[in-house]
């Protein structure tokens, strides 16, 4: 039945309070409120007020507690003391949450919730909801940890290589970091396990991936609960351009720039000939990773754009960067080689045609965000997910090339200068370039009318549509 305001169903979102994890899912958000729903995404009290909502007049914005209104996760002991009281104040708040909504209008009908939160599952069953857990890493990487969580894939892995549906054999470098180092973080790798908890409750399972990126590891994970692929979820404005004035993600916990200056300077730069360097909002590169990525851009030769955080600027060494310009050119901005900033629009960037390669840790949004703006990549792993991403990044994709860790465990500037060379410079790298652009078309069917993610996510709507009938 559609309300006073015509929505056909109401559904709250709830994200892990990440950007990483808010991102994807505030764009599903978007895509949902296009398709008729009420749509309102959920985030703690301390991201709230730490951000500047800027979204679609679509989506509308709420908030539960995790604990720590005041500081978030840095006012917290620990990661597990964090993640408990996460689960006692969140479940309290959002149990109001859908207290509060039945009395005004609007009652909720279906909770989509970050798949690191299963808890939240068992509030909207609570309440006799539609509940879908969001799966915001690679289909690959989820299967990998159901094998664990079901005893199906020890850990430590005791033999080589595991063989995974639609991947080449996984060495275990190739594995998630929690797998194949043992022991690592482990509050994180319960969390990651506990995402199968109750599972077997939920009316679907959404993962931010796309049917034909990885179908056959898809299909077997259908066999074991309802999957639906709903991706790629990145603003419309570079997909199918459906959503209506959806041209960024809207909500941020870092200051963006806004300038022209990068505009300005990708512009006076020749096509494909610009490598992006971005290791995203978390990590975190020791002073020695530092000097090496710097003479390695230095020795690659090509034009850069490099992001580096302001709380990690202190590591880069500039007396070897130089920032200087090209030889016969005037000494301004937009002349000089590279280009060192704290932020920076993403989406726009990587959609710039000087962009030649992402030199990247791989972590899926980013990824994803490659893959769907046909942009060849540099895999430079870090942790979690990361390490299975680059894996599929050269292995199976064939969009890039993975750097080689000395042992000391570096990637030393000889073997950056030739990564960044193979994708720039190669025959290998046209390759890469054209199977970029070829999952890139495929990225964008998937979202647009009729396509594998599209179908999906009617089907979705659909069911949230009958309940309110």
């Known amino acids: 039945m559609e309300d006073d305001k015509g929505y056909r169903g109401h559904v709250v979102v709830v994200p892990y309070p990440s950007q990483g994890h808010i991102n994807p899912m505030l764009q599903f958000s978007k895509r949902l409120a296009s398709k008729g729903l009420k749509a309102t995404l959920a985030t703690t009290v301390f991201i709230f007020n730490s951000m500047k909502p800027d979204t679609s007049p679509w989506v509308g914005l709420d908030t539960i507690s995790d604990g720590h209104d005041r500081g978030g996760f840095a006012e917290a002991e620990s990661i597990p003391t964090y993640l408990a009281r996460l689960e006692a104040a969140g479940s309290k708040t ?12 609007h009652p909720v009908d279906c909770i989509v919730y970050d798949s690191f939160l299963p808890w939240v599952l068992d509030v909207a069953k609570e309440f006799g909801l539609v509940g879908a857990p969001f799966f915001t890493q690679a289909c690959a990487v989820n299967y990998i940890y159901y094998l664990v969580h079901n005893g199906h894939l020890k850990v430590p892995v005791e033999s080589l290589p595991v063989c995974v549906p639609g991947l080449s054999p996984l060495e275990l470098r190739d594995m998630p970091s929690f797998v194949y180092v043992a022991g690592s973080y482990p509050a994180y790798f319960e969390m990651v396990l506990h995402q199968f908890l109750n599972t077997d409750k939920a009316d679907w399972v959404l993962v931010n991936t796309f049917y034909e990126l990885e179908a056959e590891v898809v299909g077997t994970m259908s066999k074991l609960c309802p999957v639906l692929t709903i991706g790629p979820t990145i603003p419309s404005m570079y997909l199918d351009k459906r959503v209506e004035n959806d041209v960024e993600y809207g909500l941020s916990l870092f200051t963006l720039d806004k300038s022209t200056l990068i505009a300005d300077w990708l512009r006076s730069k020749p096509p494909n000939s610009v490598v992006y360097m971005s290791f995203g909002s978390m990590s975190s ?43 016969g050119a005037a000494d301004d901005e937009k002349s000089k080689k ?23 840790h791989c972590g899926w949004n980013l990824t994803v965000e490659a893959l769907s703006l046909g942009v060849p990549m540099v895999a430079m792993p870090q942790w979690t997910d990361q390490t299975m991403n680059a894996k599929l990044i050269q292995d199976v994709w064939e969009v890039g090339v993975r750097v080689e860790v000395d042992d000391d465990g570096l990637v030393r500037r000889g073997e950056i200068e030739g990564c960044i060379r193979a994708v720039m ?25 009729g396509g594998s993610s599209d179908k999906n996510i009617d089907a979705f709507v659909s069911k949230i549509e009958n309940r309110t009938a």
């Open 94 to 105: 959002l149990s109001d949450l859908i207290v509060k909504y039945q009395s005004t209008g």
């Open 285 to 327: 590169l020791g002073p020695h990773q530092m000097e090496e990525l710097a003479w390695g851009l230095k020795q690659s030769g090509s034009h850069f754009l490099w992001v580096v955080r302001a709380s990690e600027e202190d590591k880069v060494p500039r007396h070897i960067l130089k920032l200087e310009a090209d030889d």
């Open 338 to 360: 590279g280009l060192m900033v704290n932020w920076c629009p993403q989406l726009e960037v990587l959609s710039n045609e000087a962009i030649g390669c992402f030199f990247t």
């Open 425 to 449: 410079d190669s025959e290998r790298g046209k390759e890469m370039r054209s199977n970029a652009r070829k999952w890139k078309g495929l990225g964008r069917e998937a979202m647009s009318e």
